[in-house]
């Protein structure tokens, strides 16, 4: 266990922090096995509905710790593994991106400031993205020396197009939230004294919604994003048929037949 990721659940809200204020929470070695135990526990737990990941300090997550790769880069690293060896391990720890992008739950990353390299291509991992409008986000990796991970490339493009997706790669230009929002990146910019409750009121709304359906709208539109339309016809008929079978389908189907308000209890 670590102190560097926090979690709790309250009526159906599951928030993870990263919680490093200190280095605007880099992530760290530790950081990795929680988050991957976590993501798939909460996306099974018939309790939450929504998960938001956030970090603590007024920061999201500044990425990769830019003073280890300093380390390292100097000879103070870690030493013993070859090439072939460094992949793999990064490829295992760059799961947490495909957790975040398959979770059967819906996914808010709240940003309430910086999010940089791995932190942001983390929160564009992510279903939907609100933020602090001042918050400011980078890609960073080119500035580094580096060329990216965690699935930023894939997600930027398919938010904003090829050709800004590499301006903003190939420049590590800083957006305020604010721009990232114009871009579509970002699906609200709020002022910092409104963005607790922005947050709170995204997430409520998502976790009042019939969860199974939203599980299954989640893999429909994961499937929009590469694969043609008979396929993805083919998914939305399996997914919309089984939801006809849930209990949250037939209880708002009569709600709205007496012309009253669906509760939805997630089954």
């Given amino acids: 266990m670590t102190t560097d990721l926090l979690e709790s659940v ?19 070695q530790e950081m990795y096995p929680v988050l991957m135990e976590a993501l798939p526990r909460l996306g099974a737990d018939p309790d939450v509905r929504v998960i938001v990941i956030t970090g603590a ?16 880069a100097d000879g103070d690293g870690p030493a013993g593994y070859d090439f072939n060896q460094k992949v793999d391990g990064l490829r295992f720890r760059m799961q947490v991106a495909e957790l975040i992008h398959k979770s059967p739950k819906p996914v808010i990353a709240a940003i309430p400031g910086p999010a940089a390299g791995a932190g942001l291509s983390i929160a564009l991992a992510a279903d939907m993205r609100i933020a602090v409008d001042t918050a400011k986000l980078t890609t960073a990796f080119a500035k580094v020396g580096l060329s990216g991970d965690f699935g930023g490339s894939y997600f930027l493009t398919k938010l904003v197009g090829t050709a800004k997706a590499r301006e903003l ?9 604010t721009e990232a929002e114009e871009l579509g990146i970002v699906n609200k910019a709020v002022p910092a004294d409104q963005y607790e409750a922005a947050v709170k009121e995204m997430a409520t709304q998502i976790a009042s919604m019939p969860t199974i359906a939203l599980g299954f709208m989640k893999k429909n539109l994961n499937k929009a994003l590469f694969d043609d339309l008979e396929q993805v016809l083919d998914w939305e008929a ?16 009569k709600a709205f037949v007496e012309k009253k308000a669906p509760v939805f209890k997630g089954r």
């Fill in 10 to 28: 309250e009526n159906g809200i599951a928030t993870l922090t990263f919680n490093r204020p200190e280095a605007r929470n880099a992530l760290t």
């Fill in 57 to 72: 300090g007024g920061a999201f997550c500044a990425g990769g710790d830019v003073k280890n790769f300093a380390a390292a």
């Fill in 238 to 253: 399996v997914h919309m048929m089984s939801c006809f079978d849930t209990e949250d389908h037939k209880g708002a189907a």
């Fill in 169 to 177: 790669y190939f420049t590590g230009k800083v957006l305020t939230a």
